[in-house]
């Protein structure tokens, strides 16, 4: 009698898998081996684990990943026409006008920036930033000066002509230099100059030029040889004459912007009017004027009008 059962001649498998150097490899309850299993990766992270295709044995995901993988693959499209978009119209432009120079790639503008800092370090114009006087000043009015030297010298790397800076009476265990690095991204590796020592005894006291707004002389022009100063004071309760007392101590010679001679007061509902800049401000006006030798063309980039002043064509 034969105690065979059914189907007991066909050959069972066997859960292990030779793999390419013969090794055998254990196989999972889906019949893939374990090495593929942890190649699987789901996208979308909603692919209902342990269920296959009969036909593939690729994870079955859901209709709703199945939108969203729709919907992903129509923005990289969408992506990859507009590029592809922007490279025709900029091929169609240097054909358009084979004069102008294509546009430079972002590390050739670093490079360039950086050639121009260092240059104005040798050549000039030179200022100065005043920071010796910021012990009084609060929490909120550090944030605000910080703001300012950010500003400040960001306009200053855009200047096709730009000045050589440096920070003076300017310490790193100071709270301003803490707020500095908090709040201006690389402030460490800025090209320019920061000393503890204060602007009167690193420089020549008659290349001096102190600018405030309680000076009785208008500033002229910017000289190459001269190294401007602006007082690096942002004070709430508006204590008047405090860099013009400083400066007048060391006997260094003092300027104005030449606000009086160009703009006028404007009438304004709080019938508010002041010279009063902040230091990024003063320093827009310097650098235009240094590149256009033109004063009411460089205030009109610096006086905004909350400070209750137009120029004086303007109201003619």
Known sequence: MDWRLEGSTQKVES????????I???????GLPEGFQLLQIDAEGECQEGETLA????????KNVQRKQRHWEK???????????????????????PGICPQHSKRFLRALTKEKLLEAKHSGPRLCIDLSMTHHMSKKELSRLAGQIRRLYGSNKKADRPFWICLTGFTIDSPLYE?????????????????EEDCFSLFPLETLVYLTPDSEHALEDVDLNKVYILGGLVDESIQKKVTFQKAWE?????ARLPIQEYMVRNQNGKNYHSEILAINQVFDILSTYLETRNWPE???????SGKGYVLRNSVE
């Open 75 to 97: 923005i990289v499209a969408a992506k990859k026409s507009k590029r592809k978009q922007e490279k025709e119209r900029r091929k169609a432009n240097r054909a358009e006008n």
């Open 15 to 22: 859960p292990v898998l030779k793999g390419e150097d013969g």
């Open 179 to 195: 707020e500095c690095v908090r709040m201006n991204d690389g402030f460490s590796s800025y090209l320019l100059d920061i000393k």
């Open 298 to 304: 460089a205030l009109k980039k610096g006086v905004t």
């Open 250 to 254: 060391y006997s260094v010679k003092t």
């Open 24 to 30: 055998l490899e254990e196989t999972g309850e889906d």
């Open 55 to 62: 036909t593939g044995g690729t994870a079955w995901c859901s």
